[in-house]
């Protein structure tokens, strides 16, 4: 079946640096979406990729899609404390509607 | 709008036991899937349903079932319950690709 791999697991950063976050696919996706996941909370919808090669920014977060459609990433710039949070991709395959999520990862961002 | 509803949010159970789940998704969302997240595993899809159907279903034993109602509100049942099945159980309901989550149901397996 399809899987989903997330690295790095967990990342710490000092305030004000970047981060970035990998999503791979074992095949090839229709769409790649992004949620963020607040200790104690639920995932939130943050984006969804569709076209290869697709770049989307929402402030300070730049999503990309990649080329063949098996990889994408989050990068921030400059994280802020409300940042904090697990950020996890999900993808979907063909026609199916159905999400594989990734494992997530895990960001700490130190004051 | 009000959000995705889900009831009850904490619950402890035997082994054994049954447990129902309620999820009561965003007014005018008919699609609803159902999730089980654990730290070991992560969020694994259980299944969808859309217009009392369902329409999607992940890879769990016949102990995990669900169903939806007329007014799009869906229930998710596990029988015979095991320690395994501690987790956080998550509903999201869906417009088009975008999935909004409910804030889960706590379930712990004793």
């Known amino acids: 079946g399809q899987q989903v791999m997330q690295i790095p697991q967990y990342q710490h950063v000092q305030e004000g640096e970047d981060f970035t976050t990998y999503c791979n696919s074992s095949t090839t996706l229709s769409n790649i979406q992004w949620y963020k996941q607040r200790p104690g909370g639920h995932p939130v919808f943050l984006i969804q990729?569709?076209?290869?090669?697709e770049v989307k920014k929402q402030k300070r977060l730049t999503f990309q899609f990649g080329e063949a459609k098996k990889n994408s990433s989050l990068h921030i710039t400059a994280t802020e404390t409300s940042d904090v949070g697990t950020y996890l991709c999900?993808?979907?395959?063909?026609?199916?509607?159905?999400?594989?999520f990734g494992s997530g990862t895990q960001l700490t961002v130190l004051p | 709008k009000a959000g995705v509803t889900q009831t009850p949010r904490y619950l402890i159970k035997t082994r054994g036991q049954q447990v129902t789940l309620s999820c009561s998704p965003i007014s005018g969302h008919r699609s609803v899937s159902w999730y089980q997240q654990t730290p070991g595993q992560g969020l694994q899809f259980l299944f969808e349903y859309f217009s009392e159907t369902q329409r999607n279903k992940g890879n769990f034993p016949g102990r995990f079932s669900g169903r939806q109602f007329s007014n799009s509100r869906s229930e998710m049942n596990v029988s015979t319950l095991e320690l395994g099945d501690s987790a956080l159980y998550l509903c999201?309901?869906?417009?088009?690709?975008?999935?909004?989550f409910g804030p889960g149901t706590r379930l712990t397996v004793t």
């Open positions: 999900a993808g979907a395959s063909g026609s199916a509607r159905q999400l594989t």
């Open positions: 990729l569709v076209k290869s090669g």
């Open positions: 999201a309901s869906r417009v088009l690709d975008e999935q909004y």
